[in-house]
């Protein structure tokens, strides 16, 4: 459910192993092109897809009444505007996010607000995580997928579905620290790409990535404690995949704010969306509840949202560097 880069790597992945899949798509026209072309005509299109086992619609009533499981993957800013479409009952279905985003206005991860809105059993809610950038990962490169599920044997059966020579899927219980965890790669990577922008440094790039580690740590240890190691691959490794890759788009926003540009002109220069803009507030606004000391995070959004000066802003947090 949804038609952009990750959703059609993902597809990619699942047709590997799957005779046929629906897929909802929002527009009309962008299906008609993908069934006359042989691949999604704005995002990937270098990935040929075998369209006689798709099953298209615009209709996701339809796709939710038809499908056993649901397999989300819209960018978080407009989940609310597909999702709430929904007027069927899907609270026996088994609900996968790859949404890596908080659901904005509600500051809920997607597995709470499918639970809440939908009645969607908990224990039938995955997540998929890690270091996956979909341009990679439909270029068959070696990448690796964390599918989280409080039923580790169902992530383990859904991650069959996911894998091949070339993706290897790791099975984790910690749901919720998951998503967060995806949402602040999001943020501390616009803040790498602002160091890099106005030319910090490595040194110093270096410092903020190892201090943000250590603050996406006491963040979701607090938020949902339990034990995990944020060195596993779905906390660090997606954080570095996202901080320094150039297939980054979070990066790519963060450096041209870094290069002197407004944030408004980065919007507008970005041609995807760059889902940690909007992850800022929202991890913002929930640690007012929690009171996390999280200074890389307060200076993304001081840029963001209260026009701070990008480089003064980056250079003062070298005080709480150790």
Known sequence: MGGGSWATALAKLLLRN??????????????????RLGHNSAYLTDVEFDVNRIQFSSDINYVCTQADSLLLVMPSPY???HINR????????TVISAVKGIVPGDNEIVTDYMAERFGVNPERMLVIGGPCHAEEVALDRPSFLTVGCHDVALADEFGECLRSPSTRTITSSDVEGIE?????????????????GMKGGDNFLAMLVSNAVKEMERFVDEVCPRPRCICD?????DLLVTAYSRFSRNHNFG????????????????????EGYYGT???????????????????????????????????????WFV
């Open 86 to 93: 929904i007027s069927v009952d899907i609270s026996d279905k």
């Open 255 to 274: 450096s041209i704010i870094g290069k002197g540009y407004s944030v408004s002109t980065a919007r507008m220069e970005m041609e995807q969306t760059a």
């Open 281 to 319: 507030k929202c991890i913002k606004e929930i640690n007012k509840k929690y009171c996390i000391e999280m200074p890389i995070l307060d200076a993304v959004y001081d840029i963001l949202y209260r026009h701070a000066n990008a480089e003064r802003a980056m250079r003062a947090l070298g005080k």
């Open 233 to 237: 691959s779905v906390y660090l490794g």
């Open 180 to 196: 967060y965890a995806a949402v602040l790669k999001n943020v501390y990577s616009i803040a790498a790409g602002i160091v890099h």
């Open 18 to 35: 799957c005779d046929s899949i629906l897929w909802y798509m929002r527009r009309d026209d962008r299906i008609e092109d993908f069934k």
């Open 79 to 81: 989940f609310k505007t």
